[in-house]
């Protein structure tokens, strides 16, 4: 071949055989920076969800009261309850009260809230000693059930009413995170042979 003429076939594949080469080798060796980077990344976005999941749990930990705080401010309820009918407290018992609340009284008859606020404020039955006796709270989500001895000393427009009574008063949070009472049933607890007694002096 004379010199200076240019071999077209031997060159372009030369030249392809180069650039395919240098390709290959850009993709078969890695970057020493990408292998270092990525367990760093992994481990900072491990302890990004670590942290980030602990203060959630703290958050809600925090805001959620636990029974202990429940059981305490279910105790003070009662106390106020009690206290309103000791001292017929109308604005207090219309504060415990839920709109819907009803009661079933020791005689069986049925009682809404209007009705019980107005017998408080009239002083149909005038509740003159409340002693409360083995108290238990009970919780069920958003409810809290409350069962306890009563010894009431009261009058009324029929005569007085001395004696043990066994409630069941029924607490629900409202909307605003409220305990309202809901429901409130009264039993008397009958002395042994009173029954009989009584069935005897009716006839």
Same mark, same amino acid.
Do not use: C
């Given at each position: 071949?004379?010199? $200076?003429?240019?071999?077209?076939?031997?060159?372009?594949?030369? /030249?392809?055989?180069? /650039?395919?080469?240098?390709?290959?080798?850009?993709?078969?060796?890695?970057?020493?920076?990408?292998?270092?980077?990525?367990?760093?990344?992994?481990?900072?976005?491990?302890?990004?969800?670590?942290?980030?999941? $602990?203060?959630?749990?703290?958050?809600?930990?925090?805001? =959620?009261?636990?029974? #202990?705080?429940?059981?305490?401010?279910?105790?003070?309820?009662?106390?106020?309850?009690?206290?309103?009918?000791? =001292?017929?407290?109308?604005? %207090?018992?219309?504060?415990?009260?839920?709109?819907?609340?009803? !009661?079933?009284?020791?005689? $069986?008859?049925?009682?809404?809230?209007?009705?019980?606020?107005?017998?408080?404020?009239?002083?149909?039955?005038?509740?003159?000693?409340?002693?409360?006796?083995?108290?238990?709270?009970?919780? &069920?989500?958003?409810?809290?059930?409350?069962?306890?001895?009563?010894?009431?000393?009261?009058?009324?427009?029929? $005569?007085?009413?001395?004696?043990?009574?066994? &409630?069941?008063?029924? &607490?629900?949070?409202? !909307?605003?995170?409220?305990?309202?009472?809901?429901?409130?049933? !009264?039993?008397?607890?009958?002395?042994?042979?009173? #029954?009989?007694?009584? %069935?005897?002096?009716?006839?």
């Amino acid at each position: 071949m004379p010199d $200076g003429a240019i071999d077209r076939q031997t060159i372009p594949r030369v /030249l392809s055989d180069t /650039l395919m080469s240098g390709a290959v080798n850009q993709l078969s060796v890695p970057s020493s920076t990408s292998i270092g980077a990525r367990p760093v990344i992994g481990r900072v976005v491990l302890i990004a969800f670590v942290v980030a999941f $602990g203060a959630a749990a703290l958050h809600a930990g925090q805001n =959620k009261p636990n029974k #202990h705080e429940n059981r305490n401010e279910i105790y003070q309820l009662e106390e106020t309850w009690r206290d309103a009918m000791l =001292k017929a407290d109308t604005t %207090a018992m219309s504060n415990l009260l839920a709109d819907d609340y009803i !009661a079933i009284t020791s005689a $069986g008859t049925l009682q809404t809230k209007a009705e019980a606020i107005n017998n408080l404020r009239t002083r149909r039955m005038h509740v003159t000693g409340l002693d409360v006796a083995d108290r238990k709270v009970r919780f &069920y989500g958003k409810t809290a059930v409350v069962t306890s001895q009563a010894s009431v000393q009261a009058t009324t427009p029929d $005569g007085d009413v001395n004696g043990n009574f066994r &409630y069941t008063r029924v &607490y629900v949070r409202d !909307a605003q995170d409220k305990w309202k009472i809901v429901s409130f049933e !009264a039993s008397r607890i009958r002395q042994p042979g009173e #029954h009989r007694r009584q %069935a005897n002096s009716s006839k």
